[in-house]
């Protein structure tokens, strides 16, 4: 079946730590994008990448990383930089105007 | 900055009752898509509406664009407990860029 994987779908870290969530999409989409959402609020644009070895930042980079090395990858690394790391994180793809999300990683940093 | 804003953020609905959600943005757009999230899920594509005043219905959903193509709508005809989640608007702009408006929770009351 073809679709956009996030694992895990839940995640605990504590304070201070580096976490990698992970994007996969077998869709062959060229655009890939992540979303944070918090609890009754909408979607807001981290990142995203129209090309491989390419990204772009989004509305609210700060304290964000991301790589994409390969079409079908595009990780996100919530640094220790970030304030506020707990929120549930969207991932999606495209390949023209609509986007495909992924089930979301929820993380929760104590 | 572009904004998209949704109205209402919460909705209240006695089962088959209607339910209409308003998408307003600062800004043209060059199209304008819908996107639903159940409960605990992602969202979902539903639809896209690219032309100025145009209308499209799935079953008991009816999608609007508005004439300045700056805004747009979602009705629901006679509410099912199925139609519950947060319905979001997103604005695609000439550049591409996709802005999700805040998206407007549905419930609905058996």
């Known amino acids: 079946d073809g679709g956009i994987t996030q694992s895990p779908k839940y995640l605990f870290r504590k304070e201070g730590q580096n976490v990698t969530l992970s994007c996969e999409q077998n869709l062959n989409h060229d655009a890939m994008y992540w979303y944070r959402q918090d609890p009754g609020q909408g979607l807001r644009l981290i990142y995203y990448?129209?090309?491989?070895?390419?990204?772009q930042k989004g509305d609210i980079a700060e304290g964000y990383s991301v790589s994409r090395e390969k079409k079908e990858s595009f990780p996100l690394t919530v640094t220790s930089a970030q304030k506020n790391p707990t929120a549930f994180y969207l991932c999606?793809?495209?390949?023209?105007?609509?986007?495909?999300f992924g089930p979301g990683t929820r993380l929760t940093v104590t | 900055g572009q904004q998209v804003m949704q109205i209402p953020q919460y909705q209240h609905v006695q089962e088959g009752e209607d339910f209409t959600t308003y998408c307003n943005s600062s800004t043209t757009l060059s199209n304008i898509q819908w996107y639903k999230q159940r409960p605990g899920g992602h969202p979902v594509f539903l639809i896209q509406l690219v032309k100025s005043g145009e209308v499209k219905k799935q079953k008991r959903l009816t999608f609007q664009f508005g004439e300045a193509k700056k805004n747009s709508s979602l009705h629901i005809t006679a509410t099912q407990t199925t139609d519950v989640g947060t319905y979001f608007c997103?604005?695609?702009?000439?550049?591409?860029?996709?802005?999700f408006g805040t998206g407007t929770r549905l419930t609905v009351i058996p």
């Open positions: 997103a604005g695609v702009t000439g550049a591409n860029n996709l802005f």
């Open positions: 999606a793809s495209s390949m023209y105007d609509e986007q495909y």
């Open positions: 990448s129209q090309i491989v070895n390419d990204f």
